[in-house]
Structure formats: structure tokens, C-alpha cells
């Protein structure tokens, strides 16, 4: 067994909507990102790579790279899945917290649960989703941005 942690955090900017766990949800704001900026993948994504001692995100879908510009989250998600399949990994479970002051995910929480658990090839009850505020502390309690944290574990 294996496990990895991740994190992830991108600023508000224009935009009417925001992605999480690949179900766009509306929203006053954007986030600027180089992808489609959907923290819930980006931090699953480091939980997946850590837990496999393959580094993280940024050494695999660099932002600095064209191809990537605007790229849906998925895509990185399926990639990091094909990586973990050549290793006989497999996911055991999945937990992660969104920390925002808004939008709220209350309502979006079963949608993001059943997108993450089709992205990754597991049941709903392998993934938990949750979120938090920062009792209006901090950039994301200015609403200036928001963030994800993904734990998961391999065997």
C-alpha cells in the first residue's frame, strides 16, 4: 500500500464559472490558471503521482507548455491513471477537501463524487469529496481564490 498527498490553489479572475472534479459549476468568478484551473484534479493528480513516486504535476503537464494551454484537468487525470496501470497500482480510495468561501460545493458535492469516482474506474464510496471555509481568513477567505487537498491510497 502507498499513499500521497496533494495540494493545489489558483486564484480567482474573469469568468463565470469555475471546474471542480470535472463538473463546471457557476460561479461570479473564473480562475486564472494555464488549464482549466480545476483544483480538485490538480491535487488529486499530486496524490496519485506521490503515492507512486512519480513527482508531481508540474514535472508531468508543465505550464510552461503550450500543449497544456487551457487543457481539460481530465486529461492529466487519464494520463497519471495509464502511469499508475503500467505499475499494477490501483486505487483503493480517495479523499479531498476543497477549501472555499464560495462558491458552495453543498449542492454539486454528489455530481463531483460520481465525476471522480467514472474519472478513476472506482465505486462512489472509494471518493470523498468535502469542503471548508477559512471562517473568512486568509486569500481564500477574501474570496480572492480557492483550494483543494487530495489524499489518497494505492495498493
Known amino acids: ?13 474573469p469568468g463565470d464559472s469555475i471546474v471542480l472534479g470535472g463538473v463546471r459549476i457557476p460561479h461570479s468568478r473564473g480562475v486564472v490558471a494555464h488549464s482549466d484551473g480545476d483544483v480538485v484534479l490538480h491535487a488529486l493528480c499530486d496524490a496519485l503521482l506521490g503515492a ?3 513527482g508531481d504535476i508540474g514535472m508531468h503537464f508543465p505550464d510552461t507548455d ?7 484537468s481530465r486529461r492529466f487525470v487519464a494520463a497519471v ?11 483503493s480510495n480517495a479523499d479531498i477537501t476543497l477549501l472555499a468561501q464560495a462558491p458552495k460545493v453543498s449542492p454539486y458535492r454528489l455530481e463531483i463524487r460520481r465525476s471522480l469516482a467514472q474519472m478513476l474506474g472506482v465505486t ?3 471518493v470523498n469529496i468535502k469542503a471548508t471555509t477559512t471562517e473568512h481568513m486568509g486569500f481564500i477567505g477574501r474570496n480572492e481564490g480557492l483550494a483543494a487537498q487530495a ?3 494505492l495498493e
Open 1 to 13: 500500500m502507498r499513499i500521497g498527498s496533494g495540494f493545489d490553489v489558483h486564484a480567482f479572475g
Open 52 to 54: 507512486a513516486g512519480l
Open 66 to 72: 503550450p500543449v497544456w494551454k487551457g487543457a481539460d
Open 81 to 91: 491513471l495509464d502511469m499508475l496501470s503500467v505499475r499494477k497500482l490501483r486505487i
Open 124 to 126: 462512489e464510496n472509494q
Open 151 to 153: 489524499i489518497v491510497l
